[in-house]
T-cell receptor, first 113, second 110 residues
Framework: SQTIHQWPATLVQPVGSPLSLECTVE??????LYWYRQAAGRGLQLLFY??????ISSEVPQNLSASRPQDRQFILSSKKLLLSDSGFYLC????????????FGEGSRLTVL | DAKTTQPNSMESNEEEPVHLPCNHS???????IHWYRQLPSQGPEYVIH???SNVNNRMASLAIAEDRKSSTLILHRATLRDAAVYYC???????????FGKGTHLIIQP
């Protein structure tokens, strides 16, 4: 069966520090991969998606970046965190989106101080 | 994703049916309608999806209007564990992700 894991689960970082969140999927090949962010009391915002290794599409401009070095690995990074980067970050995967299901990881809660 | 409209919140009693409405007046003929729910501090969880016909699964039923401009998620017998934010979405074709609005915050009273 397919599983998705992301880490770390929680982290507290100072403003200006770097960030790296990692997500891996097991049990499937060539998944579509996504990073979402949910600020406190807000809906989920799609940040990045990827349809293959090295292929990244950004939905919103920001100081975050994403990379997909392997088929089932998706990384969210920042060189210098802002206060506004605080939130609940979720990785997700799908096979076919319009007719299928989107599977989410456990989430990573980031607090920038 | 095109816009959907849902009530901000709804309240129901335990063991009673719940009907969660969603308007999607700009839906195209090939867009599926998806429903997800999100419990506190968790990622969204898939509930159900459909195209034209009503759909049933172990979690819920989805009733789709004949003109497809609205749909209703039906929880046949709500439990306290069904308290969550419910999202109605109809994605564009392709892989470019689902956009989640604010959804409906469902409150279940014991």
């Amino acid at each position: 069966s397919q599983t998705i894991h992301q880490w770390p689960a929680t982290l507290v970082q100072p403003v200006g520090s770097p960030l790296s969140l990692e997500c891996t999927v097991e049990g499937t090949s060539n998944p579509n991969l996504y990073w979402y962010r949910q600020a406190a009391g807000r809906g989920l915002q799609l940040l990045f998606y990827s349809v293959g290794i090295g292929q990244i599409s950004s939905e919103v401009p920001q100081n975050l970046s994403a990379s997909r070095p392997q088929d089932r690995q998706f990384i969210l990074s920042s060189k210098k965190l802002l206060l506004s980067d605080s939130g609940f970050y979720l990785c997700a995967w799908s096979v076919r989106l319009n007719t299928g299901e989107l599977f989410f990881g456990e989430g990573s809660r980031l607090t920038v101080l | 994703d095109a816009k959907t409209t849902q009530p901000n919140s709804m309240e129901s009693n335990e063991e009673e049916p719940v009907h969660l409405p969603c308007n999607h007046s700009t839906i195209s003929g090939t867009d599926y309608i998806h429903w997800y729910r999100q419990l506190p501090s968790q990622g969204p969880e898939y509930v159900i999806h459909g195209l034209t016909s009503n759909v049933n699964n172990r979690m819920a039923s989805l009733a789709i209007a004949e003109d497809r401009k609205s749909s209703t998620l039906i929880l046949h017998r709500a439990t306290l564990r069904d308290a969550a934010v419910y999202y109605c979405i109809h994605p564009r074709g392709g892989a470019d992700g689902l956009t989640f609005g604010k959804g409906t915050h469902l409150i279940i009273q014991p």
